[in-house]
């Protein structure tokens, strides 16, 4: 039965290896998964993944090579924005050091694997996670609950402003249809963080995203008409966009966010903020092992194919200390994130009756 719960800047590679909190309740549960071996690496599953998400990538080139100048080259757009959504997936693992140990292969794979794979710059979205990561659903310290075109909570709805005002009247229904501009957003904010002389490695970053939208429009110009080329890549940008906003929507839109102090001690703040969303092993892919969300949250570093089995250990633990863990299905998930933007929108709804 589903645990629910209904209450409204450590690096990425957080360490939280078992003994470094002392005699806390984490401590003790970091304990148990270190003694499970979950978090021992898996070498030969990301040499496989990477293999496959390589394969993965090339194929609707090669497909697109095969088709010509034909408009059921269209089609081919949904593959690619699939493989996209599985890069960006591995660089989230790469950047938490999932796969390798030391920070000189993870930030040089990581970057690579970023900004030539997907064109998102690595340095700026590194910045913006390690902050999710330490103060998840904080609206003054998590950058993914701060109120820009949507807002989280009826205290940013009262507040909002200009196009947050306009859009969160009806937010909860414009959700998933503004998911189609995401791919472009992350783009376009990491080319703004080239200005930001707190971002390292900024201007590489600024480079590789240059030369994979220049090598793609390259690429899609000689392969099809000027047309042609422009419907495709809205298509693929698109659904691109869609895809990794349901990846990341189910993990935390909708749970209980907080503002100023006092925090809650590191357990609590990462379970009580995390939703789980049950499912089989296409789920886990289809997701990256992101939908053991509570998991990932207290062990970044534990490699994707562990965190199902630390599941068991985390939700048993959870209810030795009463802890509420959350976790539904991913319908469930969409329809509480969705209500949940509908439901904290009925100020602004208010002030215009």
């Not at 992350?186 to 080239?194: D, K, N, Q, T």
């Amino acid at each position: 039965m589903a645990h629910r719960t209904r209450t409204t800047a450590p690096l990425i590679a957080l360490d939280r290896r078992p003994g470094a909190t002392g005699g806390s309740d984490f401590a003790r549960l970091a304990r148990r998964v270190a003694g499970a071996g979950l978090m021992r690496r898996r070498p030969a599953y990301y040499a496989a993944r990477f293999t496959l998400v390589a394969a993965l990538s090339a194929a609707p080139w090669a497909v697109l090579a095969l088709l010509g100048t034909t408009w059921w080259v269209l089609p081919v757009a949904a593959l690619m924005a699939l493989a996209n959504g599985q890069v960006a997936l591995l660089m989230h693992d790469v950047a938490h050091r999932q796969v390798f140990r030391t920070r000189r292969p993870t930030e040089t794979v990581g970057r690579l694997v970023a900004g030539l794979g997907i064109g998102l710059g690595y340095g700026w979205w590194q910045d913006k996670h390690t902050r999710h990561h330490a103060n998840p659903n904080h609206e003054e310290l998590d950058p993914d609950v701060s109120p820009d075109i949507l807002v989280w909570s009826r205290r940013q709805a009262r507040e909002s402003l200009g196009l947050a005002r306009l859009v969160g009247r009806v937010q909860g229904f414009l959700f998933f249809p503004l998911l189609a501009l995401e791919g472009l957003n992350l783009r376009v904010a990491g080319l703004r963080a080239v200005r930001n002389r707190s971002v390292r490695h900024r201007w590489t970053d600024a480079a590789l995203m240059l030369a994979h939208g220049a090598g793609y429009l390259a690429t899609l110009l000689l392969l099809m008409p000027p047309g042609q080329a422009i419907a495709f890549a809205a298509i693929h940008q698109a659904l691109f966009g869609v895809y990794l906003g349901c990846i990341f929507a189910p993990n935390h839109k909708g749970m209980p966010t907080r503002t100023g102090l006092p925090q809650p001690d590191f357990l609590r703040r990462q379970v009580l903020t995390s939703r789980n969303v049950r499912g089989g092993l296409l789920t886990d892919i289809a997701l990256g092992g992101l939908n053991h969300q509570i998991e990932h949250h207290l062990f970044p570093s534990m490699p994707a194919p562990h965190l199902r089995h630390a599941r068991a250990i985390v939700r048993d633990y959870c209810a030795e200390l009463g802890i509420p863990y959350h976790e539904t299905g991913l319908i469930a998930s969409y329809r509480e994130a969705v209500a949940h933007l509908h439901r904290v929108g009925a100020p602004i709804r208010a002030a215009h009756h």
